[in-house]
């Protein structure tokens, strides 16, 4: 069986946006002139494919990344052509910043994306932090400025918003005919004709000259584009230089480079909504986004031998692949989303997890659109498919050829900041929450489960409130959990400003073999890594730790030494000032002293516990706490009300800029003071402000913030 489709032909790209930009509106867009779906689906009548799952639909908010094949003939190419027909792979992302995990995770495995943005408002807050992902995952993009139909809508501010506060590689490749209820289409600059959009649901593309009020206009921006395009070829800036014209083809070849290598980021204008400009963006993706083929070979690790080991977009090479995604699917079980980078892999055959080191079969591949489900016998380099039933299977696994091990690079999640205490309503409850939560955990790596050693109750820890109050609402639903919660609480967190160092010995006789453990320990803040120096053997480094071993000589024979990383680990999960998990900090094994018969690894760990503790108590230990970045949209008159309420929050304002009719300000604020804000800034503001929240950094709490945080947790 030979693939359908050939790699050159393949795009493998998602869509992504601040919530509201009409992200999913556009998905629709996409099924529907890609004859996926005969009936465009609408978010706000709750009848999406992509926002399939219940409190999608209810909320009118994306929360998972939803995966859709569907294959789409250029505009350009006779209906009739179809060997010019391209298969899309998209994931429609979550725009809300609770789910941000979703994105980077889609990222991770995408080859580019479409960035829609609010012609109204222009870049958002949460624009900046896809965008930011997309830099870290060197994802090529289009820009997409949706929204032109509505009030107040500006392409102009929208594309000099992304020029200033995302890309001065952002170049505009069209511009709108009319704006709000006069927009009525959109010119292309490159080709220099005006495209209207026909029909009930804009499906009739129709091409004309471009309106005499817009000719000067659309020559002004053809001249700024072509400038920007010629600056990334030589030849054809020498051609440009010369006044010749250069042919459209050839400066395709020069934009689809220039766009892989992300040097220019086109821009496209429209209303999803109103169905207009979509289409030219789908060609634009088959145009100027990367196939697997065009995108560098995948990095690994040799888990035998650890050197690095590259894998090429091929069916040739052997198999690898990146579970990015869990999903709990109520009518065929657990689906585990991969993305294969090389070699094939068939359903029937063994599944190899590099990362685990074990083998599962591979009964059934699935390939989705949206909630149906395709099965497909085998999939191929480049391609996004879900095994079915996996057990052992977690986000950020390897699969590959056993004979040819690789682990691919993790892909990496911040940390939950909000927590809650959760308990099960009856005793019946109690035996399926244990198992809901693990299964909801095992789908969303920002999501996690603990228990409070002291008083036995289940913590759950998440994003922020949203993310947590859907968890919970999933348990009921999905698998009909009934649990009270507790109040939010804030993940805070401890670490040391200073330098401190501790000897302890643990001895303990009782006839017979005793025990006998004694190290030395350094303690000091947990500095970055110089750039380009290579870590050295004795050196282990973690997100928030580092463990040194500087023992010479063997006074500690090298078996004990994971014994005493150990017992330093544990100890940071209980701080010293109120108990609070440790962060960030340098530990240093100097010395110590061993026992022919009594020395064992559990004396170690308890003496390596002991003396971090005492150590600690003595490097100026403090609590730290999340700071959020907040952006708070609203009219003008309310301002003043709302920055005395930021600083009455330990707030600092840095800034405001106009966005339409409203003031957008930007603060840094601590997230314990944000519990229950939206409502208050509602009643500050007649109902007319919102807020967006997202994490930022941690920061040291002020000395008597902390003692009251010590004294609530005594």
Same mark, same amino acid.
């Given at each position: 069986?030979?693939?359908? @489709? ?27 002139? #890609?004859?996926?779906?005969? *009936? ?7 009848? $999406?494919? $992509? ?23 250029? $505009?350009?190419?006779? *209906? ?56 870290? &995952? ?21 594309? %000099? ?35 209207? +959009? ?41 051609? @440009? ?77 052997? +198999? ?20 294969? @980078?090389?070699? #094939? ?10 990362? #685990? ?29 879900? %095994? ?7 986000? &950020? ?5 056993? $004979? ?9 999640? /911040? ?56 968890? =919970? ?90 014994? =005493? ?6 100890? /940071? ?71 005395? &309420?930021?600083?009455? *929050? ?27 804000? #939206? ?10 402000? &919102? ?9 040291? =709490? ?13």
């Amino acid at each position: 069986m030979n693939r359908d @489709y050939p790699l050159e032909r393949v795009r493998n790209f998602g869509i992504i946006a601040h919530i509201d930009a009409g992200k999913t509106t556009t998905s629709e867009r996409v099924l529907f002139y #890609t004859g996926m779906t005969h *009936k465009i689906g609408e978010v706000h009548e709750g009848d $999406t494919v $992509t926002d399939w799952m219940e409190q999608e639909r209810e909320r009118g908010i994306t929360i998972t990344a939803a995966a859709i094949t569907c294959f789409w003939n250029p $505009t350009y190419m006779p *209906k009739t052509d179809t060997t010019k027909k391209v298969r899309f792979n998209i994931i429609d992302t979550p725009g809300h910043i609770d789910f941000t995990a979703e994105v980077k995770r889609s990222l991770r495995v995408l080859d580019g994306a479409v960035v829609v943005f609010d012609g109204v408002a222009g870049v958002e807050p949460q624009s900046e932090t896809n965008w930011r992902y997309a830099d870290e &995952s060197n994802v090529p993009r289009l820009c997409f400025i949706n929204k032109l139909d509505r009030m107040g809508a500006s392409f102009e501010k929208s594309y %000099a918003s992304i020029l200033e506060r995302l890309s001065k590689h952002a170049v505009r490749f069209q511009i709108p005919i009319g704006l709000e209820g006069d927009h009525v289409g959109v010119i292309d600059l490159l080709h220099m004709k005006a495209f209207y +959009f026909d029909g009930d649901m804009g499906e009739k593309i129709r091409q004309e000259e471009i309106p005499a009020d817009l000719l000067e206009d659309a020559k002004m921006y053809r001249a700024e584009m072509i400038e920007k395009i010629v600056e990334n070829d030589d030849a054809q800036m020498a051609q @440009y230089l010369d006044g010749k014209e250069i042919p459209i083809e050839d400066l395709k070849i020069t934009i689809r480079k220039a766009v892989i290598a992300n040097k220019i980021f086109p821009v496209f204008a429209g209303s999803a909504l109103k169905n207009k400009g979509v289409q030219l963006v789908l060609d634009a993706v088959v145009d100027y986004l990367p196939s697997p083929l065009d995108m560098p070979p995948v990095k690994g690790i040799n888990p035998d031998t650890g050197e690095e080991v590259i894998r090429h977009a091929s069916d040739e090479e052997p +198999f690898a692949a990146l579970a990015f995604k869990l999903q709990n699917d109520p009518y065929v079980g657990q689906l585990t989303f991969f993305r294969v @980078y090389s070699g #094939t892999i068939e359903a029937g055959t063994y599944l190899y997890n590099s990362t #685990t080191g074990k083998k599962e079969r591979l009964g059934r591949i699935v390939r989705l659109q949206a909630n149906e489900r395709e099965e497909v016998k085998k999939v191929y380099a480049g391609e996004i498919a879900a %095994a079915v039933g996996l057990k052992d299977a977690l986000t &950020s696994h390897t699969f590959c050829d056993e $004979t040819n091990p690789i682990v691919l690079e993790k892909i990496k999640f /911040m940390e939950p900041v909000v927590s809650l205490r959760i308990e099960p309503k009856t005793k019946a409850d109690q035996e399926k929450m244990g198992m809901a939560l693990r299964k909801l955990a095992n789908e969303d790596p920002t999501f996690k489960i603990s228990t409070n050693s002291e008083t036995g109750e289940t913590i759950i820890s998440g994003m922020g409130e949203l993310h947590l109050e859907i968890m =919970v609402e999933r348990m009921k639903r999905e698998f009909t959990v009934e649990a009270n919660v507790g109040e939010p609480q804030v993940a805070y967190r401890e670490t040391i400003l200073g330098t401190a160092e501790a000897e302890y010995k643990y001895i303990k006789q009782t006839g017979g073999k005793g025990q006998y453990g004694h190290v030395k320990l350094n303690l000091k803040p947990m500095e970055p890594w110089p750039e380009g120096e290579k870590i050295p053997k004795t050196t282990k480094r973690y997100d928030d730790f580092e463990f040194v071993n500087s023992i010479k000589g063997g006074v500690i024979p090298n078996e004990f030494i994971p014994a =005493v990383e150990k017992g330093v680990h544990e100890a /940071m999960d209980r701080g010293i000032v109120a108990g609070f998990k440790m962060v960030n900090i340098s530990c240093e094994l100097t010395y110590g002293s061993y026992h022919d018969v009594d020395s064992s690894e559990i004396a170690y760990k308890i003496a390596a516990s002991q003396a971090f503790q005492d150590a600690a108590k003595r490097a100026r230990p403090v609590i730290l706490e999340p700071i959020m970045r907040l952006e708070v949209v609203a009219p003008e008159k309310y301002m003043g009300d709302i920055n005395g &309420s930021i600083a009455s *929050k330990r707030g600092q304002v840095e800034g405001s800029e106009p966005k339409g009719q409203v003031l957008a300000i930007h603060a840094k604020v601590p997230l314990s003071e944000m519990f229950g804000y #939206t409502t208050q800034l509602r009643s500050m503001t007649s109902g007319q402000g &919102s807020a967006m929240m997202e994490f930022d950094h941690y920061e040291v =709490v002020p000395a008597n913030v902390a003692l009251e945080i010590a004294e609530k947790r005594k």
